[in-house]
């Protein structure tokens, strides 16, 4: 693979669609299985702190991955496609011709990504540029929701179990999502990748909401952390796959007694409690009810938040 071909934009992932359905006046836990379309795919040339380059000569204007309303509704973010850090995702704040500036999680760093100074070009890393999903992306003003309809997003900074929603949004048809605690315009918030959130259909009747976007081809990478000495801690996820998943296959789980709580999201009601809660013992997990071992038999759906 030469340098013109390293820096190529034209290959696209396969497109795939994943349906959920929420019962009338009821809450389903969501995450969305799929990616937006990556604006550009190519190698690493040179890493510098938090500022990698690319090969070859994409020719970017300032600032174009950098949301801007209105020129920019988007917000962008990198994914390492391969290496020992494949998965990774880094938030975009600045960009030049060829050059991207990243903020990353804690906890995250550049070490051990290789590129194309130091490794060769054949040996490179390869990034995907893709902007964030958000609320008007996933589901726009169009989308036959009953008005008042919520998305209601969780910290993933605040310590603790339990925890209430960090932002409501509320759906109006015609003009989308606002933030209700002031009321704002939020079709273009960022929503994190892999990250899980509850839809609330108000209405009357069944709510359908279509997925539609690339299918990811890197490895699903999410961080959970505790944030407090001593301190259990929830973590809102989903899987990002529009397949089902055998939970045993993915690597979830890391210390004895870790929960998993899924929902029944055919299941009506408000604020409903978990269906199920599967507790990781010894490399396994075990359905809490009857202590069953289904590492090999319980499958993560696409679509679901746990």
Excluded: C
């Amino acid at each position: 693979i030469g340098a013109a071909s390293a820096q190529s934009t034209a290959t696209t992932d396969p497109v795939g669609f994943v349906s959920v359905t929420v019962p009338a006046q009821s809450d389903a836990v969501l995450a969305v299985p799929l990616n937006r379309a990556a604006a550009f795919k190519g190698k690493i040339k040179n890493i510098s702190g938090s500022i990698i380059t690319v090969e070859g000569t994409p020719a970017w204007t300032a600032n174009q991955f950098v949301q801007n309303i209105p020129t920019q509704n988007d917000t962008f973010a990198i994914q390492l496609a391969t290496g020992t850090k494949e998965g990774l995702i880094a938030k975009v704040t600045a960009n030049g011709v060829d050059t991207l500036t990243l903020q990353l999680d804690a906890g995250d760093d550049l070490s051990g990504v290789k590129t194309g100074d130091v490794d060769g070009i054949l040996n490179a890393d390869e990034i995907d540029v893709m902007p964030y999903w958000t609320p008007a992306a996933l589901i726009p003003a169009s989308t036959a929701l009953a008005d008042n309809t919520e998305f209601q997003i969780f910290p993933n900074t605040v310590a603790g179990q339990n925890l209430a929603s960090a932002k409501v949004l509320v759906f109006f048809a015609t003009f989308g999502w606002f933030d209700s605690s002031d009321f704002s315009d939020a079709n273009n918030l960022s929503v994190s990748f892999g990250g899980g959130f509850v839809l609330r259909n108000v209405g009357g009747s069944p709510a359908t909401v279509s997925m539609v976007g690339s299918v990811p081809m890197s490895a699903n990478r999410h961080t959970f952390r505790t944030l407090a000495a001593n301190t259990a801690q929830d973590q809102r996820f989903g899987y990002m796959s529009p397949i089902p998943e055998i939970i045993g296959d993915v690597a979830l789980g890391f210390s004895d007694f870790d929960e998993l709580h899924v929902f029944d999201n055919a299941a009506s009601g408000i604020n409903k409690s978990a269906s199920k809660v599967l507790v990781f013992a010894s490399g396994h997990w075990y359905d809490s009810a009857d202590f069953s071992d289904v590492t090999t038999t319980f499958q993560l759906q696409p679509g679901f938040g746990y």
